[in-house]
T-cell receptor
Framework: DAKTTQPPSMDCAEGRAANLPCNHSTISGNEYVYWYRQIHSQGPQYIIHGLKNNETNEMASLIITEDRKSSTLILPHATLRDTAVYYCIVSGNTPLVFGKGTRLSVIA | ETGVTQSPTHLIKTRGQQVTLRCSSQSGHNTVSWYQQALGQGPQFIFQYYREEENGRGNFPPRFSGLQFPNYSSELNVNALELDDSALYLC?????????????FGPGTRLTVL
């Protein structure tokens, strides 16, 4: 079973920041937080990952709370092409376990 | 840099038949993982191959088997197909020597079992 809890769906206005929350209260010390997204009918796409520090790349920012029990993926300026299912996954050197994710709809 | 490719893109089989799906990993990647994604669900881990050997398996029966070749490409074989095997089959490649579970997925093969 997935070790994360995410809201099933969210809406975001185009051009605004999309903040996607994830709870992972049972995360272990050696486990990372990964985010993937899946655009309709395509394979999942890696976005970002982190251990305990906040991370940023060209796609998104990842904010992890100090106790590591939750995190937030931030898409700073959402576009229509960001409409997808976003998966938050907690993993060490073990296979990725996908839950149902959050369906983000970016609205014009 | 070539990404992960899968073939075929779509496939229709009948119950009881056998199927082989193929995956070419991304350049520089030595590990291949296979996932099954039923409609409306997240991908489920089937197994992973590293150095041509199975290296981890999810909750799938033995009729799901695989191979990895010296060039790191891989095959997924499913015997005695059942209706519930209808799904999108995803292949993902990664670097084993990386400490991160950063996987690169192919576009998938859509299998329909009638």
């Amino acid at each position: 079973d997935a070790k994360t809890t995410q809201p099933p769906s969210m809406d975001c206005a185009e051009g605004r920041a999309a903040n996607l929350p994830c709870n992972h209260s049972t995360i272990s010390g050696n486990e990372y937080v990964y985010w993937y997204r899946q655009i309709h009918s395509q394979g999942p796409q890696y976005i970002i990952h982190g251990l305990k520090n906040n991370e940023t790349n060209e796609m998104a920012s990842l904010i992890i709370t100090e106790d590591r029990k939750s995190s937030t993926l931030i898409l700073p300026h959402a576009t229509l092409r960001d409409t997808a299912v976003y998966y938050c996954i907690v993993s060490g050197n073990t296979p990725l376990v996908f839950g149902k994710g959050t369906r983000l709809s970016v609205i014009a | 840099e070539t990404g992960v490719t899968q073939s075929p893109t779509h496939l229709i089989k009948t119950r009881g038949q056998q199927v082989t799906l193929r995956c070419s990993s991304q350049s520089g990647h030595n590990t291949v993982s296979w996932y099954q994604q039923a409609l409306g669900q997240g991908p489920q881990f089937i197994f992973q191959y590293y150095r041509e050997e199975e290296n981890g398996r999810g909750n799938f029966p033995p009729r799901f088997s695989g191979l990895q070749f010296p060039n790191y490409s891989s095959e997924l074989n499913v015997n005695a197909l059942e209706l519930d095997d209808s799904a999108l089959y995803l292949c993902a490649s990664s670097r084993r020597d990386s400490s991160y579970n950063e996987q690169f997925f192919g576009p998938g093969t859509r299998l329909t079992v009638l």
